[in-house]
């Protein structure tokens, strides 16, 4: 949802304790209903507004920084004279693969028949629909269309052709054409890193092309046969028209056989091995939570792989009334499977009376479900764009013993924390459980630790620590396509949040922000953070990005039991329709013996098939957070060896506020 900030934080002194201990300030407590996913009834959402954002300095202030930082980087393009690329590890790259219904797209054509009485394909055409993708290396990928009738013009002669699109915008007609039928296509090893699109055309009585539809795939198919004995995919998650919400918000959590994928509009359940979804596995997020009041944003979804629970949340994105803003946890029952049933409790966000929640973050240790939110005054309202100043960030943990039970839940909540607080995903049984957050600029991190979050009773959060850092800036906007734009620096990188959950596992904790990288003339980044919780400090951290000159930002980051890391992030090249790039998502991976501060195995995993067609002359939102899930099977090598990314993308330009937005999931590993 992400409101944005026009206040340094303030409010009341915590309560402390002698050994300087917070202890909760608010206290709450709900009773959970069942919900059964997998049946419940479709209602119509409530449809979400998107927000408009604001950083915690002041609004002036905010946007002078942005000029400084977008000048600094429109002054290095001008002096730059070559492009420099990072080099690509083959050894850790992964093949990749993909199912999805095609999207019809026109491509028009100038009439050029004698008989027009049949310009676009007929009404009853069967969209073609793509099957399963095989394993690759090899063939890996069929796709079947459906029979096309012409119906009512006979002089009209339709065929198909199977199209191969690359990356460059270049494509090769890999089979067809052919009378209009059933068909299939299936890639081979040779096909690396394209969009597959299928082509009907329409041939009038004198031999004309008088119409040609194109009906593309949310994405790319990329084939990348390593020397690892390990095969990824990449399948598409949640593709649909942004309508009024500008974002996807993507999220996502594995398991064994299943993984969960959450957006601002859906909650979806993926086959690891397939990309299909089960029956009862997509339901939109006010049939998932049984709530159509307002709408329902900022969803999270982890898994618990001890006990093999899936808890999923979300936040009403509107207050019910001054005093009512509403907060959804789920949890599946005892032996249920990723589809439910579910346990849903329903909490009153708004603490102390005058609060307008945001931004929650979800996240577990051993003992606990932990959630942290900004938290803004609803003095002025706290619905879309109204909203009162900045309070602070706050925290609440719920025993596991009561989530896991269905039982009646009663936290505390800590509020006056700094702002956007991210909580930890716990690896271990570690009794201290760390949040971290960062500044809009500044030249330290603040991390705090809680102890027994399990339990209302003894809960505590100790006082903030500094933990020093090279200086850091907000980061400048991003680039977008749009040729209506003559200032190309038109997507909103965020601000320097982390925007996800840390990994802790013994005395490390992993976190990325997206900030201002002067090395590379002022270009948004990401960076990441291994931090010793031992002497508060880093233990390594470095950027990582796609190129020289690219714009690279929405990162997420997590790291295994042996100190691999993995993250995803996205990637744009602006300046102009010779050099621009439409945005990418990219992925990479780092083994404990890589050199410090580094992303050596970075990889593109999806281009977007159209620029992002921005409606206002400031940056617009592109997405809040994406994310990262270890995955908890053994694949011969441990477990966690391997990581699930989910991100997002532009599927289809259609104008202004309203692309069709994709989300796509991937698969890397060490092993």
């Known amino acids: 949802m992400t409101f944005g900030f026009a206040a340094s ?42 927000r408009s954002f604001w950083p915690t300095v002041s609004l002036p202030e905010y946007e002078a920084l942005k000029k400084e930082a977008e000048a600094r980087v ?36 100038a009439p050029q028949s004698v008989d027009t009485t049949c310009v676009d394909p ?25 029979t096309w009738d012409n119906g009512s013009c006979p002089s009209i002669t339709y065929s198909i052709s199977w199209y191969r699109y690359s990356s460059d915008g270049s494509f090769v007609v890999v089979q067809g054409p052919r009378s209009l039928t059933q068909d299939a296509y299936v890639a081979s090893s040779q096909d690396v890193s394209f969009q597959l699109a299928l082509h009907v055309s329409a041939t009038n009585n004198v031999g004309s092309t008088i119409r040609e539809v194109r009906f593309p795939s949310c994405g790319v ?63 939109t997020l006010a049939d998932f939570f049984g709530y159509y009041t307002k709408p329902l944003v900022d969803s999270r979804v982890v898994r618990d792989n001890i006990t093999g629970r899936w808890i999923v949340t979300s936040l009403a994105q509107a207050q019910e009334s001054p005093s009512v803003s509403k907060f959804f946890i789920a949890v599946s ?59 602070y960030a706050e925290m609440f943990s719920l ?37 971290v957050s960062s500044a809009i600029t500044g030249s330290s991190l603040t991390l705090y630790a809680g102890q027994n979050l399990g339990d209302p009773a003894r809960a505590s959060l100790g006082p903030p620590v500094a933990v020093p850092v090279p200086a850091y800036t907000l980061p400048p906007s991003a680039a977008t396509c749009d040729p209506a ?44 953070y291994e931090i010793n919780l031992l002497t508060n400090s880093p233990s390594q ?76 002359s400031q940056a617009e939102f592109w997405g809040d957070y994406s994310a990262v899930s270890l995955d908890p099977a053994d694949y011969g090598c441990g477990t966690y060896r391997r990581a699930w990314v989910v991100n997002q993308s532009v599927v289809k330009k259609v104008g202004p506020a309203s692309d069709t937005w994709g989300s796509w999931i991937g698969a890397m590993g060490i092993c």
């Open 9 to 50: 934080s303030g409010g009341s002194s915590t309560i402390a304790d002698r050994q300087g201990l917070s202890r909760p300030q608010f206290w709450f407590s709900a009773t959970p209903t069942v919900r059964y996913p997998a049946t419940a009834p479709h209602h119509p959402s409530p449809v979400a507004t998107p």
């Open 74 to 109: 429109v002054s290095h393009r001008g002096a730059e004279t070559a492009r420099a690329t990072l080099s690509v590890s083959g050894v850790r790259h992964h093949d990749l693969r993909r199912a999805l219904p095609m999207r019809p797209d026109s491509i028009g054509r």
């Open 122 to 146: 007929p009404s009853n055409v069967t969209p073609p629909t793509v099957s399963a993708a095989l394993p690759f290396p090899g063939s890996g990928f069929t796709g079947t269309v459906g």
């Open 221 to 283: 198919i990329v084939n990348r046969p390593t020397a690892s004995t390990f095969r990824g995919y990449l399948f598409p998650g949640d593709c649909r028209p942004a309508g009024g919400d500008f974002k996807a918000d993507t999220h996502i959590a594995v398991g064994g056989a299943y993984l969960a994928e959450t957006t601002n509009a859906y909650w979806t359940v993926f086959d690891k091995g397939t990309g299909g979804t089960p029956s009862g596995g997509h339901r």
């Open 333 to 391: 029952q005892p032996g249920a499977a990723v589809l439910g049933p579910y346990w849903v409790w329903s909490i009153n966000a708004n603490f102390s009376g005058t609060d307008c929640p945001d931004f929650p973050q979800l996240g577990q240790d051993s003992n606990s479900i932990v959630i942290t939110m900004d938290v803004f005054s609803n003095s002025t309202g706290c619905d879309a764009n109204t909203h009162g100043p900045y309070k």
């Open 399 to 435: 025993p596991k013993t009561q989530l896991y039970s269905g039982s009646f839940v009663r936290s505390g909540v800590f509020p006056n924390l700094a702002r956007s607080l991210a909580p930890p995903i716990v690896l271990d049984s570690n009794p201290n459980t760390f949040f």
């Open 485 to 528: 734009h003559t200032n190309p620096k038109q997507v909103e990188t965020l601000d320097s949040r982390f925007v996800n959950a840390s990994t802790q596992f013994g005395h490390s904790l992993w976190q990325v922000h997206t900030i201002t990288d002067t090395a590379r003339g002022g270009h948004a980044t990401p960076k990441f």
């Open 541 to 616: 951290q470095g950027f990582f990005y796609r190129n020289s000159t690219s714009d690279d930002w929405n990162a997420s980051i997590a790291s295994d039991l042996s100190y691999d890391g993995f993250v995803t992030w996205d990637s744009g090249t602006g300046g102009g329709s010779s050099s621009c790039a439409n945005p990418q998502i990219w992925f990479g991976d780092r083994q404990a013996t890589d050199p410090p501060g580094t992303i050596t195995g970075t990889g593109s995993l999806f281009q977007s098939a159209a620029y992002y067609a921005v409606s206002q």
